[in-house]
């Protein structure tokens, strides 16, 4: 490092800063991706045909916030709130952006000039000797005197940042808090999703153990037909034993379901930061929810302003832009201001005197000559670095409207699943009342009923099923389409908001 001489004065520092001030930053300056050309998510031939029945997708800017509250249920806005309020990963993932929004801080405060103060109580003992002193020229000289030293002091560096390196970490900060940002706008819409698909998922299984027990019901029918008829000689004990056997096997059914509800119960718990135990009452039920009619989605070239995915990737490649530019400027000199000034005496009381004064006045330069060709190579990985983010960019975009295409088929398929199963629980609800007239007045056997139950059995769970996953995926658009989310997301605090920092 070069240090100024005496003869550099202040005021020539100063004329040195300010004819630096003007100094270029080097490195590409971000340029946000284009933003998608494309008007529609499907192509016309494979839109799916039109429904008046089942939920349809409106164009809009999307969903609002609070999203779930279309379907209805006070108790399933309850227990959102609760998973926004108390969830262990979105604390975490406030606690993340809190800090991110810190580093930025950090790195701007290291824009500006640097103070420090130091002060020191020492007792030394010194070499004359190692000095230079001939010390045995020196009769009556100690030649190893010890002191004491007091000094109190302070200096101030400025890095003039010549080539924009501190500028463009400081851009680069930003641009990794906006990225987590939208990151924990990610986490809080995945965790209002989780807790909706967990209850329709137990409204699902309720309503299976429900369909179960009215099985049962008609299972204990059967027996008390087959054993009036044996007893009254018309049917047969093997008759008795068939029906007794898929009581039995219908009834094994209901404590696995009760297993899943319990598993259902206990993610749910999770979500919402609390034990199982302390869940309290889920009674959900598909039938006393809503099925929203209409879901705004926002065209494409909306979308990708409104996905937290999307968003995180754009920031991503920000950051990635703004490494490159670190990286060159690492390639170029740099130029440091500043000054010491020290009070120093062997005696304490003394150590503040204007005698005891001196200070340092310095500029210095550093630039790089050899580094075995790593700084160039940082650089280049950087540019790599760069283009990885791109191509995720990218990636992100087409599996977020891939996302919004499969749920959107999905909005009118599903309503024609519905209505196809709903067909068929009424021929089967018909054949087995069919079934079970003939078998009452004897004109044909247990068998036919049981098997007419069993397709009974089969189309009911299929309908509910049908219906559960149409009630998911319209939670899944929702969310696909980046549908709003509450606290400091929804309001916008300023604690919570995005850094950006795109100075050149």
Known sequence: MFVAGKSLSLTGLAALSLALAGCTTVGPDFTPPATPTAQRYLSTAGAPHPS????????GEGPVLDWWKAFGSSELDAMVARAIENNASL???NATLAAAREQV?????????????NAEAAHRQANLAAEGFD???????????????YSVGGGVSYDLDLFGKQRRRVERAAAQAEAQYHQTQAAHLAIAGQVVNQVLLIATIRERIATAETLLDEDRRNIDL???RRRAGEGTLVEVLNARSQFEADRGEIPQLGQQ???????????????PAELGATDFDLAELTLPQQVPVALPSRLVHKRPDILQAEADLHAATAEIGVATANLYPDITLGATLT??????????????????????????????????????AAVKRAEAAAATYRQTVLDGFRQVADLLSALQNDQRSVSQQQESVDVAQRSLHLSRRSFEVGNSGVLQVLDSERLYQRAQSALVEARARQYLNVARLYVATAGGWTGDMATGDAEMMPVSDNRP
């Open 52 to 59: 008046d029945r089942g939920p349809d997708a409106v164009k």
């Open 91 to 93: 604390e975490a993932s």
């Open 105 to 117: 801080a950090a790195a701007r405060g290291r824009e500006l000039p640097q103070v420090d103060a």
């Open 135 to 149: 010390t045995g020229a020196l009769p009556g000289i100690d030649a190893t005197p010890t002191f004491d030293l």
């Open 226 to 228: 087959t054993e009036k």
């Open 261 to 275: 509800l319990a598993e259902a119960r206990h993610l749910l718990a999770t979500l919402v930061g609390v034990s």
């Open 343 to 380: 009070q120093a005496s062997p005696d304490l009381f003394d150590a503040l005197d204007p005698g005891s004064r001196g200070f340092n006045i310095f500029a210095g330069l550093t630039a790089p000559i050899f580094h075995g060709g790593t700084l160039k190579a940082e650089k280049r």
